[in-house]
Each structure stands twice: as structure tokens, then as C-alpha cells.
């Protein structure tokens, strides 16, 4: 017991360099937590934007391509697909349901998505959780209606039966604008967390009369143009979409229907599995968050060495106070613990502090960082995982601490009592 | 005749890859004794007292406390004697600055139970023998709280004395204790150590190069006459 008062009472004699060294440790810790934090929800984010989908089918490209725009919206098919392919799978007799997407167009940079009512009906998300409307309703017959994801509604305060333009393309400013035909919006989805809170969606009918009247990818001019309600009258049956999702019967035929989408000869097709595709594309980004979660390891370690200066730096100039305790009966592995201690002490409270810090940190940014890039964390007790890591922090502390230790146990094994100063 | 207190024979010893420092054939401390021991520096005064703290092992001859054969005793048996039975008063900066004057005092205790048993035998408590010594020496009780580096050096150097002698150490060891004093004080000090080392049945070995304390003591020696080696040096 009397070890650990006259450690502290030595630290708080040189509180201010102590401080310091506690901040620097406090900072790191809680650098390495937020980092762990960050990608840990992440990766959960990321493995929950899609789930109950046996098969994502578009036009020949890569997988990793075809599950970017597909289902994160982002970057462009290379090419449709035609309407009776996605018939002639949407009727496969192992084919349990299939949503048809169209995409292309888009609304002050969200993008705008094509499907049918199966949709709402068909796609699950994390663990099988189906969409839920917060308001309104889905859309129906008219073709001029659009279903808001949720942080579409909240970031353009967007509310039911509010008119909105389409824009021609995915450009955040778009030089051709829809504003001939507005849609009107039905229905705002609950919150998910996925890609699906950044889209609008409206029906494959929708989609088509938006293009009805375009030619070579301009709009029509003068009488060639065709009104929202010339073309509410018209046959609005797409030829082409974008890509479809597919459920199965049965999760056995899986395989043999990849395959033979992958071979049909009426066009070029590529399916693919959802969960395979996305462990693939993560991956890709894996290394980067391997990379970040090792740079912020550096960080730690940086704290501890520069604790480990501090310490080493003020043995000389302790001497004194080491021989003193030898004076009073302090044999040298006493010295040697107190070191230990300290370092324990300066670790210990570095870690307290970051986790304080990160803490504060996340409930101040937990509603930005949600709204900003849809990641919620959680003020949750640290994980086990993360437990370890910091008792990895303190361990490598009292490693680090016996660096300092074992020179004082051998310089206070030399002076013995006196100091020869 | 009882049993001395400190008893050297034969003493020697050299740090390593030096010549022979200190040679010591015969000495004795009593009992109850005061002895001035004149060591002006770089005569191994130093190194004597390590020795005699267990600090170092001699390389040749004896040197008993208490009848004990320091030599046979391992390094850490040699630093809990040393503890139990010996209190230090240094120069000057004695104290622990970041400890109050009580920690300070009571440091003997925290690390030898047999000086802490004796402390609370004779006063009760560790805390009520602490404060009995300062207030002999003549330190107010409301300094007690204090850091130690808020006293001034004369307090200071009695704070270190109460150290010593809490728990009834059979042997205190002074080493130049008084060099930072002005005169008048330097024997005031003394003339309070000695009543407490008498009152605790304490030998006191003082060493000093400032002749003029000498007539104060029971006996006075020089460490040039003890050391054999110093003599061959001088010749």
C-alpha cells in the first residue's frame, strides 16, 4: 500500500510532465477506440445492406460492379438488360419472387430507382428485416409517384404530397431536368441504415414515361413531346432495366441457376451471390481499415514511448530520492516496483481518460456522424474485444515500465545510500 | 563485558580495479556510545558506511552488528537488517520533498515491521510516535501536515533525526548531518540528537571532517588512524 502513495505522490511532485504523458496516452487510446468503433460498425453496416436476396442479376460486367450500383448506388451499369430476359427468370419455376430495378436518373444527387411493388413487398435488409413505410403508402397505379428513403425525406425536409423533379443522369447538378412530368411524393420509408435511405423509388411505369418521349438521349422537342398525362394513357411497359434481385424457392438450386443465367444465350448475364460479392468488395476496403486500425496501434505505442521517456528522463535526477529509500529500508526490487507502478499509474489513467474522451466524443457526433454517413454508433460499454485491447495497452505499459525499473533497480544497487554528487 | 554493537576485524576492501581502500584491523562501538569519527573526503568514509549498511560486502574480514555477521547475510536479509536496526541522517535533502513531514518520519515503519512493533509498544501508534519525536526535537505539531520541502533546512535535518530514530533503531548514523547548519544550530542540533539517542538507548556514530564538534562526544577518532590503507597511501 505504501508503495502506491509514494508513487503518487512522486508523480503528482512532477504532475505537469505527468499530464501530459496521461493526455498523450489518453489521446491514442482513444483514437484506437474510435477507429475500432468506426470499422467494427462499418463492417456490420456494410454486411447488413443486404439480406434474403439469393441472386443479383445484370449485364455482363464484374461482380463487385454489378453490387455497387445494384445495391449501394454507386457507379453506372454498363449496359441494360432486356424485359423478357427478366421475364423469362422472374417465371423460372425455382424462382420464388424477383424485384426488377431500374436505375439512371436521380434527384439533387440522390439517385432515383425504378422497381415494382415486390420491392417493398420482397427486400430485407440486415437480419431479414423487411421495409417499413414511416408514412404514407407505397406507390400504386399512377406511374407519377415516388417513395422517399428516409434520409432523402429528412435532408430535403421533404413531406407527403410534395411535388418533386426528376433529373436525367446521376450528376449532382443536372443540366436536364424532368420538369415536365413531376412526381408526387406517397410514401417515406423507415430508417434503415442502408443505401435504401438515399433512394427514391418510384415504378417501372414511372421510369418509362419519364423517357417516353426522349430520342438518342435528348429529350423531344416542340410537338414531339409527350405530357404526364398524354403518357399516363400510354402502354408503359419497360423493354429494358437495369439489373433484378431474385429469391429462391429453395437456397440448393442457388448454383444451377447462376449457372444458367450465366449461360443463356439471349444476351450477356451475370449473376451473382450477394454475400459472396459483398465479402469480396469488402476486402477491398478491408485493407484499407487494416491499415487505419495498425496506424492507430503506431499511435498507442508512440504514447507509451513517450511515457517511457518521461519516466527514463527523470531517474537521474531521482537518484536521490531512490537512495533515501534505500535509506529507510527499501531493498532494490521495491525501487524496481515503484517504476512499474508509476508507469501502471500513467497507463491506467490514460486509458480512463481516453475512454472518457471517446465517450464524449461519440454522444457529441453519435446524430452527425448518423446523418452524415449512416453509421450509428452506439454509446455501448466497450466490448470485449476492446477490453482486451486495453488491457493490451497497460500490459504493454508494465512491460514498457520495466525498462525504466530494471535501471533503477541497477542504480540503486550502485549508490546504495549516499549519492555522490 | 556486554556484547559491542558495531565490531569490525580485519576489515578490507577495494572497489573494483582500484587500490586497497579501506583496512581496518579493530574497532568497536559500544552500546549507548557517541563516537565522532573524523573522515575528511575521498578517506573511504563513505564506503565504511555503505559497508556498515550492508550496502557493500566487504571482501575480507568481519564486520558484526549486534553480534551478526553481516557477510553471511544475502543482500536482501542484509537490507531488512539494516532497517530494523540502523537509522541514516545524510548531509542535507534527507526528506522525500512530495511526502508530508509525517510520511517522512514514519517511513522506517512502513518497511520494518520490527521498528513499527517497537514505535507502537513505546507510543501506541506509528502516528503517535512520529508526533512525541517531533515534538521533542522541537517541531510543532502543525508542521506535521506540511510537504517536506516547505521546511526550512534546519527543520528539515530534524525531521531526518526524528526519522532516525523512530522505532528505536539500536545504531544511528550521522554523515556530516550538520555541514549545512550555521554554528549555533549545528550544536543545538547535536545537543537534541543526543538526548533523543540517550533517551532511545541509540550508539550514535557521527561522522564529520568538522573537528570542532569532536569534544561534544564520548570518544573521538579519526578514520585515517583506523585505516591502515589510508597510511600507506599518506607515506
Same mark, same amino acid.
Request: aromatic letters at 8%; a positive charge; charged letters at 20%.
Given at each position: 500500500?505504501?508503495?502506491?502513495?509514494?508513487?503518487?505522490?512522486?508523480?503528482?511532485?512532477?504532475?505537469?510532465?505527468?499530464?501530459?504523458?496521461?493526455?498523450?496516452?489518453?489521446?491514442?487510446?482513444?483514437?484506437?477506440?474510435?477507429?475500432?468503433?468506426?470499422?467494427?460498425?462499418?463492417?456490420?453496416?456494410?454486411?447488413?445492406?443486404? +439480406?434474403?436476396?439469393?441472386?443479383?442479376?445484370?449485364?455482363?460486367?464484374? +461482380?463487385?460492379?454489378?453490387?455497387?450500383?445494384?445495391?449501394?448506388?454507386?457507379?453506372?451499369?454498363?449496359?441494360?438488360?432486356?424485359?423478357?430476359?427478366?421475364?423469362?427468370?422472374?417465371?423460372?419455376?425455382?424462382?420464388?419472387?424477383?424485384?426488377?430495378?431500374?436505375?439512371?436518373?436521380?434527384?439533387?444527387?440522390? %439517385?432515383?430507382?425504378?422497381?415494382? $411493388?415486390?420491392?417493398?413487398?420482397?427486400?430485407?435488409? =440486415?437480419?431479414?428485416?423487411?421495409?417499413?413505410?414511416?408514412?404514407?403508402?407505397?406507390?400504386?397505379?399512377?406511374?407519377?409517384?415516388?417513395?422517399?428513403?428516409?434520409?432523402?425525406?429528412?435532408?430535403?425536409?421533404?413531406?407527403?404530397?410534395?411535388?418533386?423533379?426528376?433529373?436525367?443522369? #446521376?450528376?449532382?447538378? +443536372?443540366?436536364?431536368?424532368?420538369?415536365?412530368?413531376?412526381? $408526387?411524393?406517397?410514401?417515406?420509408?423507415?430508417?434503415?441504415?442502408?443505401? #435504401?435511405?438515399?433512394?427514391?423509388?418510384?415504378?417501372?411505369?414511372?421510369?418509362?414515361?419519364?423517357?417516353?418521349?426522349?430520342?438518342?438521349?435528348?429529350?423531344?422537342?416542340?410537338a414531339a413531346q409527350i405530357s404526364a398525362d398524354q403518357a399516363r394513357a400510354m402502354d408503359l411497359q419497360p423493354k429494358q432495366i437495369t439489373a433484378f434481385m431474385l429469391g429462391l424457392n429453395s437456397k440448393i438450386a442457388t448454383f444451377s441457376l447462376q449457372r444458367e443465367i450465366n449461360e443463356f444465350r439471349g444476351e450477356p448475364l451475370l449473376a451473382i451471390l450477394p454475400g459472396v460479392a459483398l465479402q469480396e468488395l469488402w476486402s477491398l476496403m478491408g485493407t484499407a481499415e487494416q491499415a487505419l486500425f495498425v496506424v492507430s496501434l503506431f499511435v498507442v505505442l508512440t504514447g507509451l514511448i513517450g511515457m517511457l521517456t518521461a519516466i527514463l528522463t +527523470?531517474?537521474?535526477?531521482?537518484?536521490?530520492?531512490?537512495?533515501?529509500?534505500?535509506?529507510?529500508?527499501?531493498?532494490?526490487?521495491?525501487?524496481?516496483?515503484?517504476?512499474?507502478?508509476?508507469?501502471?499509474?500513467?497507463?491506467?489513467?490514460?486509458?480512463?481518460?481516453?475512454?472518457?474522451?471517446?465517450?464524449?466524443?461519440?454522444?457529441?457526433?453519435?446524430?452527425?456522424?448518423?446523418?452524415?454517413?449512416?453509421?450509428?454508433?452506439?454509446?455501448?460499454?466497450?466490448?470485449?474485444?476492446?477490453?482486451?485491447?486495453?488491457?493490451?495497452?497497460?500490459?504493454?505499459?508494465?512491460?514498457?515500465?520495466?525498462?525504466?525499473?530494471?535501471?533503477?533497480?541497477?542504480?540503486?544497487? =550502485?549508490?546504495?545510500?549516499?549519492?555522490?554528487? | 563485558m556486554t556484547q559491542p554493537l558495531i565490531e569490525l576485524a580485519d576489515l578490507g576492501f577495494a572497489w573494483p580495479g582500484q587500490a586497497q581502500l579501506l583496512d581496518i584491523p579493530h574497532f568497536t562501538l559500544a552500546p549507548g556510545e557517541t563516537l565522532f569519527l573524523k573522515g575528511p573526503s575521498g578517506s573511504g568514509k563513505t564506503t565504511l558506511l555503505g559497508l556498515l549498511g550492508g550496502v557493500q560486502r566487504a571482501q575480507s574480514g568481519h564486520i558484526r552488528l549486534l553480534g551478526q555477521d553481516l557477510g553471511q547475510l544475502s543482500a536482501g536479509a542484509r537490507d531488512r537488517f539494516r532497517v530494523d536496526h540502523t537509522g541514516y541522517i545524510f548531509q542535507q535533502f534527507n526528506l522525500l520533498p512530495f511526502l508530508s513531514v509525517r510520511e517522512n518520519v514514519e517511513l522506517p515503519c512502513r518497511f520494518s515491521r520490527l521498528r513499527a512493533e517497537r514505535a507502537r509498544q513505546r507510543h501506541g501508534s #506509528?502516528? =503517535?510516535?512520529?508526533?512525541?519525536?517531533?515534538?521533542?526535537?522541537?517541531?510543532?505539531?502543525?508542521?506535521?501536515?506540511?510537504?517536506?520541502?516547505?521546511?526550512?533546512?534546519?527543520?528539515?535535518? %530534524?525531521?531526518? =533525526?526524528?526519522?532516525?530514530?523512530?522505532?528505536?533503531?539500536?545504531?544511528v548514523i550521522a554523515d556530516e548531518p550538520t555541514s549545512a547548519l550555521d554554528f549555533d544550530a549545528r550544536e543545538a542540533f547535536l545537543q537534541l540528537l543526543f538526548a533523543e539517542c540517550r533517551a532511545a538507548g541509540a550508539s550514535l556514530l557521527f561522522v564529520s571532517h568538522d573537528q570542532s564538534l569532536a569534544p561534544l562526544f564520548d570518544r573521538s577518532l579519526s578514520l585515517g588512524e583506523l585505516n591502515r590503507a589510508a597510511k600507506s597511501v599518506e607515506v
Open positions: 500500500m505504501h508503495l502506491i502513495r509514494i508513487a503518487l505522490a512522486s508523480l503528482a511532485n512532477r504532475r505537469f510532465t505527468a499530464l501530459l504523458t496521461v493526455f498523450a496516452i489518453a489521446l491514442s487510446v482513444c483514437l484506437l477506440l474510435a477507429v475500432e468503433r468506426v470499422r467494427t460498425e462499418a463492417r456490420a453496416s456494410f454486411a447488413n445492406t443486404i +439480406s434474403g436476396t439469393d441472386l443479383i442479376v445484370g449485364a455482363r460486367s464484374g +461482380s463487385v460492379n454489378l453490387l455497387l450500383y445494384s445495391v449501394f448506388r454507386i457507379g453506372n451499369a454498363t449496359n441494360n438488360i432486356r424485359w423478357d430476359s427478366f421475364e423469362r427468370f422472374a417465371n423460372h419455376r425455382q424462382v420464388k419472387w424477383a424485384i426488377p430495378i431500374s436505375l439512371g436518373d436521380s434527384h439533387r444527387g440522390y %439517385r432515383v430507382m425504378g422497381t415494382s $411493388t415486390a420491392y417493398f413487398e420482397h427486400y430485407r435488409y =440486415a437480419r431479414s428485416q423487411a421495409l417499413q413505410l414511416a408514412q404514407g403508402r407505397e406507390f400504386a397505379d399512377d406511374p407519377f409517384e415516388v417513395v422517399l428513403g428516409a434520409e432523402v425525406a429528412q435532408a430535403l425536409g421533404y413531406g407527403l404530397g410534395e411535388k418533386i423533379v426528376l433529373a436525367h443522369g #446521376v450528376a449532382t447538378i +443536372s443540366l436536364l431536368k424532368h420538369d415536365d412530368k413531376p412526381f $408526387t411524393v406517397v410514401g417515406i420509408l423507415e430508417r434503415t441504415g442502408t443505401p #435504401v435511405d438515399r433512394t427514391l423509388h418510384i415504378s417501372l411505369a414511372g421510369m418509362e414515361a419519364l423517357h417516353i418521349d426522349w430520342q438518342n438521349g435528348m429529350p423531344a422537342r416542340g +527523470s531517474l537521474n535526477e531521482r537518484r536521490r530520492e531512490m537512495a533515501i529509500l534505500r535509506s529507510v529500508g527499501a531493498r532494490p526490487w521495491h525501487i524496481a516496483s515503484l517504476l512499474v507502478l508509476e508507469a501502471f499509474t500513467l497507463a491506467l489513467a490514460g486509458v480512463a481518460f481516453g475512454v472518457a474522451l471517446l465517450y464524449l466524443g461519440i454522444a457529441g457526433s453519435q446524430g452527425f456522424v448518423q446523418a452524415s454517413y449512416g453509421l450509428y454508433l452506439a454509446l455501448n460499454a466497450p466490448s470485449s474485444y476492446e477490453w482486451k485491447l486495453l488491457g493490451g495497452i497497460l500490459a504493454a505499459a508494465v512491460a514498457m515500465g520495466s525498462v525504466p525499473a530494471w535501471r533503477a533497480y541497477r542504480q540503486s544497487l =550502485a549508490d546504495g545510500l549516499s549519492i555522490r554528487l | #506509528v502516528d =503517535a510516535a512520529a508526533a512525541a519525536l517531533l515534538d521533542h526535537l522541537g517541531l510543532r505539531t502543525e508542521l506535521l501536515g506540511r510537504r517536506a520541502d516547505e521546511l526550512s533546512i534546519g527543520q528539515q535535518q %530534524r525531521v531526518a =533525526a526524528a526519522r532516525a530514530l523512530i522505532g528505536q533503531p539500536e545504531l
